[in-house]
């Protein structure tokens, strides 16, 4: 089984306040990929951090994203990773679905292959 990245699922707001990005880093800190990111963006705020896999970043941007008809603004090879249209209110909707949905999931330092 191949072994996969461990880092964190962020939820970011940028420019203008209604738009996010949804995306996945292996930033030794959890600050660390964002902290060179304001020098350009200065207005982009960490809104949540989950400790994940690298292969979960597309079930959970789905997990995160799927029942509120957001609008894709940006695509990746990964997928839709920034989204426009995001309230207050629907963020704490989102937040709600990554807090289940990484509480199903477990601890990502969890090794599978070792699990009997």
Not at 54 to 59: F, L
Not at 61 to 75: D, K, S, W
Not at 101 to 114: I, K, Q, S, V
């Amino acid at each position: 089984m191949p072994r996969t990245s461990i880092g964190h699922i962020y939820i970011v707001r940028l420019h203008p306040e209604t738009r996010i990005k949804i995306g996945f880093s292996t930033a030794k800190t959890e600050n660390g990929r964002f902290d060179k990111v304001k020098t350009f963006i200065p207005e982009l705020e960490v809104i949540r951090l989950w400790p994940a896999r690298d292969i979960w970043e597309s079930t959970a941007r789905r997990a995160l994203t799927n029942q509120f008809g957001l609008i894709p603004v940006v695509t990746d090879d990964a997928g839709k990773e920034v989204f426009d249209g995001v309230t207050d209110e629907l963020l704490m909707k989102m937040i709600e679905n990554g807090d289940k949905y990484f509480e199903l999931m477990g601890d990502p330092n969890d090794d599978p292959a070792t699990d009997g």
